[in-house]
């Protein structure tokens, strides 16, 4: 290509040789070339510049290869700069307002549930859920060969009772190694093992955390007994002998007195349970930094949290003065049983809950970890007195617990009513904390379990009223199949508690998992031994056979807690009283902004009603029954007026409406964290 310019006038000559780059190393000069005339032209195109700097440059339209110049002369043409910064303002302002929409879904979107909110808590009891080895008593490998058992039933919290090293005395709640698993369970590498295969599942393990006494055989005990200048008061010591009065009345939750004499001291120790469970002295800073590294331990291996036992134990007044007897006419030397004092001095002492705060400050430290937030929860029978057991969820400013554990349910077999039912849940969610979280518990190793004490009939509805209710359930191991309490003969007793007192046994709830109609219930099927009975009907009342049978107990509570997990009004939506009578205890979960919402219906009478819920104007005319604890009624209309139920039957019923109940009676509701549905972008939001 060669140009020529003269008189004003540039001629472009198309595929001509670049004569200019040869002259230039040549020794020549670019400016030079320009002039020379390469001798070869085909037709050319003029092109007129002004002799100025603002001469107009007119081709036609851009061509292959033009210059610079050439390209600057057509981009500032206003008919391809306009376009151009339309385009780039409009990428700019659809930047921003993405960055804004996202913000905005952000600030506005209700906090995520956390692993312990989206499931039940499953309770194992390691002695009796499976036996690997052949023992009789069940172990950590024998946990994980089971954990297909929580996949299945969609759980994802699973909390193991202790396994520490223990002379069990107390069944592992008498812990002599903090840091060291009891061989009759297994090994630590045996833990090490079953923690990564459930983190592999999905699956998270919660652990018993023992903090207010050890063993007697605990080094520590050992060391404090002989006065050594370090773990001299790791204990609660008092003077004493061995035949003189206690220093005071105080009384074992196992009955007798909290004090025993240790010849090798030459003083009393207090001991609130077992005398071989000595009580630590949390007013010693060494003791709180013993049992933080503890924590640390634990949560540097991977446990996902902890249940802290007892904890309305861990301090004691320091003047150790005689609690007030409940029966002040008693003579002083028959008050035996705790029942017999007001705990004023032993239990809920000033102090306590900065010890928890403390703990789940150090929690918190491994909770940075995403994905890997790491749950407290605490045991505390307060009876009566739930307003003590409400403080554990700390304050708004300083967290404790997730949630303290909730045994009011507990009391159901008490009353079988539908008044009853409601006045144990308004117990809880009348006076829980506003946005905390409640939960639930109807069995544990501690208490007969709920199809004993409440009956088999209402074994399916209690599940229901369980997984439907706000909050985390509980589940101890068997309660999905309906397992019930066996019967222990005074020579068969293996729990201390019914050593002291044969009607205090807690044998009857610890009976072996039933896994099949095989030998030993499949809990053992190497040797015919168990470490306790198996129920007798463990031939009907099993795993394997509730699997196959699409109405056992098994199967509902499978498809409730999926029901829960997959529908937005039962795991957050508001919680709204409907009806409460002699029998039927209702109730309805709704979500603003979503069209459906369920209402349940649960009998816990002897006797099948009719219930009528017209005045509610919000529930549609006909209401038709997703599920049914009684299979044949699952799918029939009922018309709201005319709700029949059977004895022991639970309906959950789907309904569709706009129509929300919670902004008309807000007096009745309940909701842990307000959140709406966008339907329009299939979100939640803070309304």
């Known amino acids: ?84 910064e339309i385009l780039f303002w409009l990428t700019v302002a659809c930047t921003l307002a993405l960055v804004a929409l996202t913000v905005t879904v952000i600030a506005l979107s209700p906090r995520c549930l956390s692993w312990w909110q989206a499931s039940p808590v499953y309770q194992v009891y390691p002695r009796s859920f499976r036996d690997s080895d052949g023992d009789g008593v069940g172990d950590l490998k024998g946990i994980q060969e089971q954990l297909d058992h929580f996949q299945y039933l969609n759980i994802k919290s699973v909390w193991i009772s202790p396994f ?24 630590m590498q045996d833990f090490d093992e079953l923690l990564a295969e459930m983190h592999k599942l999905g699956l998270k393990l919660i652990m018993d955390f023992i903090p207010n006494h050890t063993s007697d055989r605990h080094r520590w005990f050992n060391l404090s007994r002989t006065r050594d200048p370090q773990y001299e008061d790791y204990y609660i010591w008092t003077d004493c002998n061995s035949t003189a009065l206690k220093p005071n ?83 002083p030397e028959s008050v035996t049983s705790e029942w017999d004092l007001h705990h004023d001095y032993t239990t809920s002492q000033l102090g306590l809950h900065d010890l928890l705060r403390d703990w789940r400050a150090e929690m918190d430290i491994y909770s940075r970890e995403p994905g890997r937030y790491r749950f407290m929860v605490t045991e505390s029978y307060d009876y009566h007195e739930v307003d003590k057991t409400m403080m554990y969820y700390g304050t708004p400013l300083v ?185 039927v205890f209702s109730y309805l979960r709704e979500l603003d902004g979503l069209d459906h919402a369920f209402l349940m219906v649960l009998n816990f009478g002897k006797e099948s009603v009719i219930t009528d819920l017209s005045s509610v104007r919000e529930l549609p005319d006909q209401l038709m029954v997703l599920m049914s604890t009684n299979r044949v009624n699952s799918g029939k209309v009922f018309q709201k007026s005319l709700i029949l139920i059977e004895a022991g039957e639970g309906l959950v019923i789907q309904y569709s409406t706009h129509t929300r109940f919670n902004p008309n009676h807000p007096g009745q509701c309940y909701v842990s964290e307000k959140a709406c549905y966008l339907r329009a972008m299939d979100i939640l939001y803070k309304c």
């Not at 520490?164 to 369970?185: C, K, N, T």
């Not at 240790?262 to 349970?273: A, I, P």
Request: hydrophobic share 35%.
């Open 249 to 331: 009345n105080w009384v074992s939750v196992f009955g007798n007195s909290s004090w025993t004499y240790d010849e090798v001291r030459g003083q009393c120790y207090l001991h609130q349970f077992l005398k071989e469970q000595p009580d630590l002295n949390f007013r010693n800073p060494h003791v709180r930094k013993e049992m933080i590294d503890i924590i640390h331990f634990w949560l540097g291996k991977g446990v996902d949290g902890f249940r802290m036992d007892a904890v309305k134990h861990l301090l004691e007044a320091a003047h150790l003065r005689d609690e007030p007897q409940v029966d002040p006419n008693k003579p």
């Open 399 to 583: 967290k404790e617990s997730d949630f303290p554990f909730n045994f009011y349910l507990l009391d159901l077999p008490q009353n079988t009513s539908g008044l009853w039912v409601q006045h144990l849940v308004h117990l809880w969610m009348g006076n829980m904390p506003m946005g905390q979280w409640p939960n639930w518990v109807v069995g544990n190793h501690d208490k007969p379990r709920i199809a004993s004490s409440a009956g088999q009939t209402l074994t399916r509805v209690i599940n229901m009223l369980l997984l439907t209710l706000p909050g985390t359930p509980t589940t101890y191991y068997g309660e999905e199949i309906g397992m019930e309490n066996i019967n222990v003969t005074e020579s068969q007793i293996q729990d201390p508690a019914g050593k002291y007192n044969v009607s205090a046994s807690r044998d009857p709830q610890r009976s072996p998992m039933q896994w099949s109609s095989d030998m030993n219930a499949g809990f053992n099927n190497k040797t015919n031994i168990t470490w306790l009975p198996v129920h007798p009907d463990y031939r009907s009342v099993n795993v394997e056979a509730q699997k196959k049978d699409e109405d056992s107990v098994m199967a509902q509570y499978r498809f409730l807690n999926t029901l829960r997990q997959s529908e937005l009004p039962l795991h957050r939506g508001w919680f709204c009283y409907i009806h409460a009578d002699a029998n």
């Open 1 to 84: 290509m060669s140009f020529k310019k003269d008189s004003g006038v540039m001629e472009l000559g198309e595929c001509t040789r670049n004569p200019g780059y040869q002259d230039v190393e040549d020794g020549g000069s670019a400016a030079d070339t320009i002039n020379t005339d390469p001798g070869e032209k085909r037709e050319s195109t003029a092109v007129k510049l002004d002799s100025d700097a603002a001469e107009e440059y007119t081709q036609i339209k851009p061509y292959a290869g033009m210059p610079k110049e050439v390209l600057l002369l057509y981009s500032s043409q206003a008919r391809y700069r306009v376009p151009r």
């Open 164 to 187: 520490y090293r223990s002379p069990m005395r107390d069944f592992g709640y008498d812990v002599e190694d903090f840091r060291a698993i009891d061989p009759l369970f297994g090994t």
